[in-house]
């Protein structure tokens, strides 16, 4: 079934990384007959290997390699060695993802010239047409499943959503609804519906959420075309005198290294390891790291803005039973200066268990404030706000020379500073998130700061001009031809939305652009 | 039951101990909860000095309905020999404080916020934050502890709450 390819063979597509990006690319690629060798840092792991328990997940999930942190946000000071939340896995972190899947709102592709100039934001326009993406959006609900897309139905709400919604109602909120899920609402695709286990983001052990684990990836392997190696870490990405990308250098689960040969190289790390392989591959050529002649790989580094609000009652919500994030209000995603800052936000329903609540809710508290909280967990419930933050040539992710990774290579650092709009922006969320709970009867109401970071985006953004950016329209470099990038860090901007319904469409978009080019004799 | 024999020679013994705060310290190497329905082995620190761990944890995290065993057992992997000479230094740090503060030891004070006082006294000393932050995992990831909060932990086993309730509030 999967096809074994040879290290020398200099025919292959490598694609680094088999998340929402890599992945999808992989086996899109690998159905259009293009041969793909896709390597992967961490191991496979099926949904009965996971683990319905918060933190032994993390531990067989998240990427804990070495990271450092700094700048104003408060997840350097509570988190200082875990900037991000990102799944090591194949698969990536479509293990971990509640499934939200949302498409942008159109004035979002051209955020520079919809919000005008922002001071000490480096805003710009997405080189790609709102309307150009409608098809590739379509195609990807449809390979996720979307809920309230594609005729399919919309999933029952929990009890966390009961309470969301009445206050969202009472306050006079109209776009209110469980969500666009990548969560079977019936039988789809192969796949179970979900049954309200409440384990999202640990793994769906039921398959009824899209994860590329278990659909994308053997899907592409049983054509033939496709190996996935698991345990492959890449270290380096090889260049020759021409500036053409020759292939990667990579550590298996042994530690030995190996070089595999490539035709085409696709980057799909994520937004922290991706700039940092471009520039680990730094070479006397292109000392600055490869496609950096902008100066921008691993700048403009996004988060979302995000935070949570929770709230207890004097009555039991249980909000742990059924989805983690199926219940949204999307009043508040438009764009309204008139409110204090540009662009929106969403508010999604959001459960922790216990041990989570414990480390997040207010990270660093204790004594009667913080175990109050806690001893009304059965009478809480939680929403977690996202939206659009600005992008800041200043918020990047750098090599720390100081702290090594299991390999020796300098690890990543992530500074990251709020900007006024995303604060302004917060501060509007949770006195709305705050409105919703108070306007059914909360007792109490807990602003809560961002977790690390869950969506990571812009490290190698897409722009026109090469001189702005690291990508183009397809996630070509600007600066070499057989070298791509696949992942989130292409946003150029982030919008109001979850990343991956967005990130699948661009996969999706740019196998048929890649294949084309390959079948075009121009790669 | 069995166990009641032990239970009663606990008592018997908890009536000689020395009382501090809510957990006792019972003879050489051993400390026990006021309840005494546990008890625990010390082989690094001084048994005393448990017990102000304990009543520590117990401070930082004060859940009542929650019995001193989860303290206990939330702080017990302290006592090894790597760990066992910062803990000794810090607990006595902390009964300094707290003689500073006009009592006979940590857990020589009666009111809580008087422990509380202390404690802010030293909150960010790497000795209260290695203490706190342990216990963020040592007392809440306890899935014994989890009945406490409501929390029901795993539901896969039981086929979700598909058909258990996943919506079932009706006072909204
Ligand atoms: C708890 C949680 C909930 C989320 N919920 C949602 C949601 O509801 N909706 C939504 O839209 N998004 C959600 N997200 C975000 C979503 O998961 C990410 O945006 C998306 O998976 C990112 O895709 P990616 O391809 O950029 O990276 P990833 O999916 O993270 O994949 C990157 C892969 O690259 C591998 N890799 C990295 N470096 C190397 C290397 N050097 N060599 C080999 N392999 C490497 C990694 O191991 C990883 O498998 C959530 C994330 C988390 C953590
Ligand atoms: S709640 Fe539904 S989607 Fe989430 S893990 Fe359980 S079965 Fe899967």
Not at chain 1, 164 to 174: D, I, N, P, S
Not at chain 2, 25 to 41: F, L, P
Not at chain 2, 109 to 126: H, Q
Request: one cysteine or more; a negative charge; glycine letters at 12%.
């Amino acid at each position: 079934m999967t096809a074994p390819f040879d290290l020398t063979d200099d025919s292959v597509v490598v694609i680094i990384g088999t998340g929402a990006g890599g992945g999808v690319l992989a086996n899109e690629l690998a159905q259009k007959g293009v041969s793909v060798v896709a390597l992967e840092a961490g191991g496979r792991y099926l949904p009965e290997d996971y683990i319905n328990d918060e933190w032994e997940s993390f531990g067989q999930l998240a990427w804990l390699d070495a990271r450092t942190t700094s700048g104003d946000w408060r997840v350097a000071d509570d988190f200082s060695g875990l900037p991000a939340w990102i799944v090591k896995a194949v698969g990536g972190t479509t293990t971990h993802w509640a499934g939200a899947s949302l498409r942008f709102q159109d004035h979002e592709w051209k955020a520079a010239t919809n919000y005008g100039p922002v001071q000490g934001a480096n805003l710009l326009d997405w080189p790609i047409d709102p309307r150009e993406m409608d098809d590739y959006y379509t195609k990807a609900e449809d390979k996720l499943g979307v809920t309230r897309t594609g005729g399919r139905a919309g999933l029952p709400g929990n009890n966390n959503y009961k309470v969301f919604e009445a206050g969202a109602k009472a306050l006079g909120y109209t776009e209110v609804h469980t969500g666009r899920m990548a969560i079977n609402s019936a039988e789809n695709d192969d796949r179970l519906a979900c049954q309200q286990t409440g384990f999202c983001f640990q793994g769906c052990k039921w398959g009824a959420k899209w994860s590329a684990a278990y659909t994308d990836i053997p899907r592409g392997e049983a054509t033939g075309n496709l190996e996935v190696r698991d345990r492959a870490h890449v270290l380096k990405i090889e260049h020759d005198a021409s500036g053409k990308v020759t292939g990667v250098l990579y550590a298996d689960k042994d530690g030995n290294q190996h070089l595999q040969k490539a035709r085409v190289v696709c980057v799909a790390g994520n937004s922290i390891e991706s700039p940092r392989l471009l520039l680990n591959s730094a070479s006397s050529m292109f000392p600055d790291g490869l496609a950096n002649s902008s100066g921008q790989v691993g700048r403009n580094y996004m988060r979302h803005m995000t935070g949570s609000v929770y709230a207890t009652f004097d009555k039991p919500v249980r909000m742990w039973r059924g989805t983690t994030m199926a219940g949204i209000i999307q009043d508040e995603a438009r764009h309204d200066p008139s409110r204090g800052f540009v662009g929106g936000y969403e508010l999604e329903t959001l459960a922790l268990g216990l041990p989570f609540m414990a480390a997040f809710l207010d990270p660093g508290g204790w004594g009667r404030e913080f175990t109050t909280a806690l001893d009304s967990y059965e009478n809480m419930a939680g929403m977690w706000i996202v939206g659009e933050d600005m992008p800041q040539e200043t918020n990047r992710i750098t090599l720390n020379h100081d702290v090594t990774d299991q390999y020796g290579l300098p690890a990543p650092n992530v500074h990251f500073d709020d900007h006024p709009n995303d604060i302004a922006m917060r501060n509007h969320a949770y006195q709305q998130g705050i409105a919703v709970y108070e306007a059914v009867g909360a007792t109490r109401v807990f602003p809560t700061p961002p977790y690390p970071s869950t969506h990571n985006l812009g490290t190698n953004r897409m722009s026109e001009n090469p001189r702005d950016g690291v990508v183009n329209t397809h996630g070509q470099t600007h600066d070499i031809a057989n070298l791509f990038v696949s992942d989130g860090s292409q946003f150029t901007t982030g919008a109001a939305e979850n990343p991956t319904l967005t990130i699948v469409a661009l996969a999706i978009r740019q196998a048929d652009h890649i294949a084309g080019e390959l079948g075009r004799g121009n790669l | 039951m069995s166990k009641e024999p032990q239970k009663l020679t606990r008592r018997a013994l908890l009536a000689q101990g020395i009382a501090v705060g809510s957990a006792f310290v019972v003879g050489a190497g051993y400390v026990a909860g006021s309840s005494a329905a546990w008890a625990m082995e010390v082989a690094h620190l001084q048994p005393a000095t448990m017990a102000t761990l304990i009543q520590m944890a117990r401070d930082i995290y004060p859940h009542d309905r929650v019995a001193d065993d989860y303290y206990a057992a939330a702080v017990k992997a302290y006592d090894n020999a790597d760990q066992a000479p910062v803990i000794e230094a810090g607990i006595t740090a902390l009964n300094a404080a707290a003689v500073g503060a006009g009592f006979s030891s940590y857990v020589g004070t009666g009111w809580e916020r008087d422990r509380v006082d202390i404690l802010r006294g030293i909150e960010d000393s790497p000795f209260f934050q290695m203490i706190r932050g342990g216990l963020v995992t040592g007392l809440y990831n306890q899935k014994a502890v989890w009945p406490q909060f409501g929390y029901e932990g795993e539901s896969f086993s039981k086929g979700g709450y598909i058909d258990r309730g996943f919506n079932d509030i009706n006072w909204i």
